[in-house]
């Protein structure tokens, strides 16, 4: 069982900068690949970025690169997301996901969840 909570979402102005946090319970955090995945009012949740057990494999939503980078820490159990030159589109509430899978992990069936942090970008 793993339990992951998000943190760092917030309100900020167009171009500005944001990092998400999400920390993993659990002593295994290091074998599960993870995701952010975003979901803004009235829209289908989206993948953001995906990133492998490693850490060495990524994947980014084309509205994310080059703006957001995914990373982990698996000595702290923290998965990280740093968004960039944010936009009023990237408003939605963020989540962190995270499966026992090896290697990267694109799809929407992740086996853990976060319970979201809300970003606001206004114009």
């Known amino acids: 069982q793993v339990q992951l909570v998000e943190s760092g979402g917030g309100l900020v102005q167009a171009g500005g900068s944001l990092r998400l946090s999400c920390a993993a319970s659990g002593r295994t955090f290091g074998t599960y690949a993870m995701g952010w995945f975003r979901q803004a009012p009235a829209k289908e949740r989206e993948m953001v970025a995906a990133?492998?057990?490693?850490?060495?494999?990524?994947y980014y939503a084309d509205s994310a690169k080059g703006r957001f980078t995914i990373s982990r820490d698996n000595a702290k159990n923290t998965m990280y997301l740093q968004m960039n030159s944010l936009k009023p589109e990237d408003t939605a509430v963020y989540y962190c996901a995270a499966k026992r899978v090896r290697g990267l992990y694109t799809g929407e069936e992740y086996d853990y969840w976060g319970q979201g942090t809300q970003v606001t970008v206004s114009s």
């Open positions: 990133l492998s057990w490693t850490g060495t494999s990524t």
